[in-house]
């Protein structure tokens, strides 16, 4: 069985989410006891750590620039962390708490508009609102991103279940806008184009689609590059569909795996790689096209969340000592896997890649 690089084990309870931030150069994740901890990728050691940041399981994390932190919890609340760091060692610092509704397990979604980072979480699951906050300037507005299913006793509210929001460019080809996809609990998934001006803030339907999930829809992704929305559910099917006009068609047929229970699928453009973290214990990879690449199974319980990072040098041009710095430029490209079983595996993507693919492929 293939091992991975590196393992992180300082959770003591399920990691339910991993991110990569600040030019590779860190790590964040968050547990099933409310923990926060931030990784020094140089040394692969713990950075910082706020334990008991929240007082339920965290959700979501995600890293801002080189010293912000965000956190979602079940406890209803989403926190922004200042991060005060040096090398060895370094403290999350609470600066921002905003109220969310995490009952349905939607988690927030972020992206970079124009230089400022902007945060879109649910407000009220039931009622369709979502809200959205400016990192840079503190505002939050209200956004309307409801959707009434059809069942045999009528018309009700359709829950989100996961979104995504991406900065993407418009008409013009130079400006950028947001675009929010939701997947819903009646496995809809719908597109919404974030009106984002000096005095209000809307969303617009652009399209929609009954996805090939018999599932509520778990979690979502998109490529801007070549406009292709994936998605994943409870079930065993992993989905990818591209913009028709009004509605979404699909790009290729749903991939079936072995085993049913998806928790996040992301994609990631510049490998031609999608990554689904599974409750069957391994990392099913494919190609932008879902073809299959590779499953890697290490861990010992289910799989909640998956990131890769970017080999951006940025970072470098902080590095004093020139040996370090050189091994800094030429390090690997990590794939970060976190699982129930309380680790966090780390591994080199390129190099599964390119073995799997000389291989020609594997079984999802």
Not at 9 to 23: K, P, Y
Request: hydrophobic residues 40%; glycine residues 8%.
């Amino acid at each position: 069985m293939i091992q991975p690089d590196f393992v992180f084990r300082g959770h003591q309870a399920a990691v339910n989410s991993v991110c990569f931030f600040g030019d590779d150069r860190l790590l964040v994740s968050g547990d099933q006891d409310g923990h926060l901890i931030v990784w020094n990728m140089m040394l692969k050691r713990q950075l910082a750590k706020a334990a008991g940041a929240h007082t339920a399981p965290i959700l979501a994390v995600c890293g801002l620039g080189t010293d912000t932190v965000v956190s979602q919890g079940r406890d209803n609340r989403l926190c922004v962390w200042a991060l005060d760091a040096s090398e060895f060692s370094g403290e999350l610092r609470l600066t921002k708490t905003l109220a969310v509704d995490s009952m349905n397990f939607c988690k927030f979604s972020y992206a970079t508009l124009r230089g400022s980072p902007w945060i879109v979480f649910l407000v009220g699951a039931g009622a369709g609102e979502a809200g959205l906050f400016d990192v840079a300037s503190g505002e939050q507005h209200s956004l309307s991103i409801g959707h009434q299913s059809r069942t045999k006793a009528g018309s009700r509210d359709d829950s989100p279940m996961c979104i995504k929001l991406v900065a993407s460019a418009s008409t013009d080809g130079v400006s950028q806008e947001l675009e929010l996809f939701v997947g819903y609990e009646s496995t809809m998934l719908q597109q919404f184009s974030i009106g984002v001006s000096d005095t209000k803030v809307s969303a617009a339907l652009r399209r929609s689609v009954t996805t090939a999930h018999s599932e509520p829809v778990m979690s979502l992704d998109y490529d801007s590059q070549r406009q292709l929305a994936y998605t994943c559910a409870a079930d065993n099917k992993v989905c990818c569909y591209t913009a028709d006009g009004s509605k979404f068609k699909e790009h290729v047929a749903a991939v079936e795996l072995k085993n049913s229970g998806c928790s996040e699928i992301r994609c990631f453009p510049a490998l031609n790689l999608v990554a689904v973290a599974s409750w069957d214990y391994a990392t099913h990879l494919f190609t932008s096209d879902l073809e299959p690449t590779a499953s890697i199974a290490f861990h010992r319980a289910a799989l909640t969340s998956v990131d890769v990072s970017t080999l951006s040098t940025a970072g470098a041009d902080g590095i004093v000592d020139e040996y370090v710095r050189q091994r800094w430029s030429s390090r690997s490209r990590w794939m970060a896997v976190a699982s129930r079983d309380s680790r966090i595996s780390l591994w080199d993507i390129d190099r599964i890649i390119a073995d799997a693919r000389s291989c020609g492929g594997a079984d999802a």
